[in-house]
C-alpha cells in the first residue's frame, strides 16, 4: 500500500461516505457514479489496491432493499391496491434504498481497505512444515 506516515489520520467512514481518498481526504475516490478512479487527483495515490466486490451490493440488500420490499408487501396485503400504487409507493422505495446508498458503502469499504492494508490472502506453505513437524 502506502506510507501514512505524514498523512492525516482519517476515519474510513467519514472519508468514505464523502468519496474522498482515504489517504489525504481530499482528492476524489470515484469518476463515475460507482466507478473507482485510477488514481487521487490531489495526492496521486494509486487505487489499484481498491476491490470492494459484492460487499456493497450485499449490504445494501440486506438492511435496505429488504425493508423496502416489506414495505411492499405490506401495501399490496394490507390495501390490495391497484397496480399503479406500487408505482408511485413501491418503485420509488425499492429504487431510492438500492441505489443511493451503494457508492457510499463503496467508498467506505475502500477507504477500510486502505486503512486496514487489506489485500489478497496469500497460502503460506512455510507454516504448514512447521504444524506437521510439531
Known amino acids: 500500500m ?4 505524514g498523512q492525516p489520520d482519517l476515519t474510513p467512514w467519514k472519508v468514505g461516505l ?12 470515484f469518476k463515475g457514479f460507482l466507478t473507482i478512479a485510477d488514481r487521487c487527483d490531489h ?3 494509486d487505487f489499484d489496491f481498491a476491490d470492494p466486490a459484492d460487499g456493497p451490493a450485499f449490504f445494501v440488500l440486506c438492511f435496505a432493499c429488504l ?3 416489506f414495505l411492499a408487501v405490506w401495501i399490496e ?6 397496480f399503479w400504487v406500487h408505482i408511485f409507493t ?3 422505495a425499492l429504487l431510492i434504498s438500492c441505489i443511493l446508498p ?6 467506505w469499504l475502500v477507504a477500510s481497505q486502505f486503512r486496514h492494508k ?3 490472502g496469500q497460502i503460506d506453505r512455510g507454516a504448514g512444515d512447521d504444524a506437521a513437524r510439531d
Open 2 to 5: 502506502s506510507d501514512l506516515s
Open 18 to 29: 464523502r468519496g474522498r481518498c482515504p489517504r489525504c481526504g481530499e482528492g476524489h475516490l
Open 43 to 45: 495526492c496521486g495515490l
Open 67 to 69: 425493508p423496502a420490499m
Open 77 to 82: 396485503v394490507s390495501f390490495e391496491p391497484p
Open 90 to 92: 413501491s418503485l420509488p
Open 102 to 107: 451503494l457508492r457510499p458503502l463503496k467508498g
Open 118 to 120: 487489506a489485500a489478497e
